[in-house]
């Protein structure tokens, strides 16, 4: 027999080894948790876009300690794609996704479809769009949304549908991603959704590189090169530890870092936890702070790949 891509979906329709449930429609997963909700289980929710690596691994783990039951969505979302960006690209791995939930012991995995989750269809032009989105002003324009500015009303909407979906007592993003977990905590909070957020520490590499689905289009070398990001984030903490409040000096320090190994610096932003806007002039260590950054570097196909990274002051 040929196996096709998701062929372990197809084999295995509504359990896969020892009890993960694989859901595809939005009346399964509902039906699924008025069941948790009549036998009393409060259920974690862990939104992901698949080709699961150990940072997702340890949201699940988190997830799996909170609550009774862990449900995993696995879907590439579309509208928080530009249309220059790597939609087509992104790393597709669901049947070794599968697998990993099931040995994580993971209750459920949403897999839904483009279709069922964006009933009124999902153009990447953002201009052509039709239908309810979800904006979150304020803490969307700046940072990656300066680089990438529909990605978080793409991901605010996702978000949105899922929790509504799903309505689960906890909700669990990664730290790599600082600024969604800022976006979605304001989301939750403004909207009144009856969900807490959880923020889970980065996981990284031996090297400090931090996991991504995306570094699967690095080169063994540029892997390794990466390491230098986060040797640079851990640079800036040591001056600022040594005394130093001042941001730009601090930002000139990684930034001297990085470029030892990579020139395409997109940013690196010293900026206010709550607000995200740039801290200017001087870091108050009672408020704290968040550096991240993004540095573009050659990937495997003879073009770039954005790699994020931040940490906490
Ligand atoms: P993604 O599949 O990339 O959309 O990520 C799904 C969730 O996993 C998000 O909440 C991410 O922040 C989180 N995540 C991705 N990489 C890591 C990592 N290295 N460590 C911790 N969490 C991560």
Known sequence: MILRPHSFLRLYSSTAGNGLKILRTISEVRAWRRTALESSQDVSLVPTMGALHSGHEALVQAAKSLTDKTIVSIFVNPSQFAPTEDLDQYPRTLDSDLELLTRLGADAVFVPSVEDLYPSGIPLDQSRQVG????VQGLSEQLEGQVRPQFFRGVATVVTKLLNIVEPERVLFGQKDAQQCVVVKRLVKDLHINSVVHVV??????????????????????????AVIYAGLNQGLELYRSGETNPELIINRIKDTIKTKFNDIEYVTVSDLETLQDIKGKIWPIKGALISL???????FGDQTRLIDNILL
């Open 132 to 135: 309810a989105f979800v904006t």
């Open 201 to 226: 520490p980065t996981v990284r590499e031996a090297s400090g590189l931090a996991l991504s689905s995306r570094n699967a289009y690095l080169t063994e070398q540029v892997r390794q090169d990466a």
């Open 294 to 300: 993004a540095v573009r570097v050659p990937n495997q």
